[in-house]
């Protein structure tokens, strides 16, 4: 019988080669729409993340560990490339050339503080794992981890939402089928986000946090639509 370690490092594996596997075929049947280009982008984001989970549970105990906890934190480029496509999906005048340097700012800056408290400090790794020896900034580190999943719900909240508003501004058809497999993508991961910021609270809603399935959830879906 397999532990369930061992259950979900298989799972991690195999959502890492389906992800990336459906973001290529995506990409293959239309590389020049900037549409498809986001959405291998952020398969590619989420394929990582799974791969960064199935190398914790493969090297668990080990000195190597730490680097993939840091490689982790790609989660944080896929929530801001992520709410790009919804952006470019549900055709959004905020994204036209006057407008999208005022848009994107706020959505990339935070991404690349957060990831420059990954690759400049060791706030990330101290607030998640054991912190190396002498090393006390696990207060300032569960800062940092609280503000950066605070962000990434929050750009996954507004992807749902604009998606939503979009889907019930078109008429019934197609397009409308489309943009709702598209905020079918986006709830799973949504509703597994909330469930892991307050399992903190509630410890027994980590049930629901199944990164292997989450990432998989949002692949299929979209790629589907699209």
């Known amino acids: 019988m397999f532990s369930l370690s061992e259950v979900l490092t298989l799972l991690y594996f195999l959502a890492t080669v389906a992800v990336a596997l459906l973001g290529a075929f995506i990409l293959g049947k239309n590389p020049h729409s900037r549409l498809h280009q986001f959405f291998f982008l952020a398969s590619m984001a989420w394929a990582f993340w799974a791969f960064s989970e199935f190398m914790q549970h493969t090297l668990a105990g080990t000195a190597g560990t730490d680097f993939w906890i840091a490689a982790e934190t790609i989660w944080i480029v896929d929530a801001v490339v992520s709410l790009h496509f919804i952006l470019l999906f549900v055709k959004s005048r905020y994204l036209h050339a006057s407008s999208a340097p005022r848009t994107l700012a706020p959505l990339y800056i935070p991404a690349v503080v957060f990831l420059c408290a990954v690759c400049y400090t060791e706030l990330f790794i101290a607030a998640i794992a054991l912190a190396p020896p002498g090393l006390d900034t696990s207060a300032a580190g569960s800062l940092i981890v609280v503000m950066a999943y605070l962000w990434s719900f929050a750009c996954a909240a507004l992807g749902w939402l604009l998606c939503i508003r979009y889907m019930l501004q078109?008429?019934?058809?197609?397009?409308?089928?489309?943009?709702?497999?598209?905020?079918?993508?986006?709830?799973?991961?949504?509703?597994?986000?909330?469930?892991?910021?307050?399992?903190?609270?509630?410890?027994?809603?980590?049930?629901?946090?199944?990164?292997?399935?989450?990432?998989?959830?949002?692949?299929l879906f979209i790629g589907y639509a699209i």
Request: aromatic share 16%; hydrophobic share 55%.
């Open 170 to 219: 078109l008429p019934a058809g197609p397009e409308r089928r489309q943009a709702r497999l598209v905020a079918i993508g986006i709830t799973v991961p949504l509703v597994a986000g909330f469930f892991y910021l307050v399992s903190d609270t509630v410890p027994w809603f980590m049930i629901f946090d199944l990164p292997p399935v989450t990432a998989l959830w949002f692949s």
